[in-house]
């Protein structure tokens, strides 16, 4: 199976957020994918944007200079069957980023 390097979930509040974030991230020409939030991560909106490392400061770049309200940030470790999401980022009112 293949390990997942440097992949990462952005999550958020509301739908409405997770809408505008994507359709600024195609605008950008950032690669990401939206796709449901895995059960273990909670129910938020019930969607995230994955997207791989090197996209990651760009696509937070665009949500905090469009004002885009973002949930929080994890990284992907593991398998596909034994996935380990873990928080770099959290807390909407806390802007500071854990250094990746």
Same mark, same amino acid.
């Given at each position: 199976? *293949? ?5 990462? &979930?952005? /999550?958020?509040?509301? /739908? ?11 605008? +950008? =020409?950032?690669? +990401?994918? /939206?796709?449901?939030?895995?059960? #273990?991560?909670? =129910? ?6 994955? &997207? @791989?490392?090197?996209?990651? =400061?760009? +696509?937070?770049? #665009? ?9 929080? #940030? ?5 398998? @596909?069957?034994? *996935?380990?999401?873990? @928080?770099?980022?959290?807390? *909407? *009112? =806390?802007?500071?980023? @854990?250094? &990746?």
């Amino acid at each position: 199976m *293949r390990q997942m390097e440097g992949e990462y &979930l952005i /999550t958020f509040p509301k /739908t409405h957020s997770m809408i505008k974030g994507e359709m600024l991230l195609k605008e +950008a =020409d950032i690669l +990401a994918r /939206t796709m449901p939030l895995p059960p #273990v991560l909670g =129910d938020s909106c019930g969607f995230c944007i994955r &997207l @791989k490392e090197e996209e990651l =400061d760009k +696509a937070l770049s #665009v949500f905090e200079k469009e004002d885009v309200e973002i949930g929080d #940030v994890y990284r992907i470790d593991g398998e @596909k069957n034994n *996935r380990v999401y873990s @928080k770099i980022y959290g807390e *909407r *009112r =806390d802007r500071k980023r @854990k250094s &990746l």
